[in-house]
Nanobody, 115 residues
């Protein structure tokens, strides 16, 4: 069974940067589009960015120009580089395939943007 483990979150000041990683236990990256999602307290989970198996990317408007998604199929890992972070980016960040499979959500990694 595929397992996803997110890491790299933390507390950062507004304007700061973080790089999130999502490591998978199986070779799912070669075949699937991958996505980063986030869930803020009291809000629904939302898709933040996606990367296709061929490398094309998609971002929601609120993170365009600030976040960059990438993947390393050899390492079964997908990354999210987050720059110019804002308080409204505070959330638990999770990765999954696109569309998401309910059976493989990981624990996520907490990102808190605060001064």
């Amino acid at each position: 069974q595929v397992q996803l483990v997110e890491s790299g979150g933390g507390l950062v000041q507004p304007g700061g940067s973080l790089r999130l990683s999502c490591a998978a236990s199986g070779s799912i990256f070669t075949f699937y589009n991958m996505g980063w999602y986030r869930q803020a307290p009291g809000k629904q989970r939302e898709l933040v960015a996606t990367i296709a198996s061929g490398g094309s990317t998609y971002y929601i408007d609120s993170v365009k120009g600030r976040f960059t998604i990438s993947r390393d199929n050899a390492k079964n890992t997908v990354y999210l580089q987050m720059n110019s972070l804002k308080p409204e980016d505070t959330a638990v960040y999770l990765c999954n395939i696109v569309p998401p499979s309910p059976n493989i959500w990981g624990q996520g990694t907490q990102v808190t943007v605060s001064s």
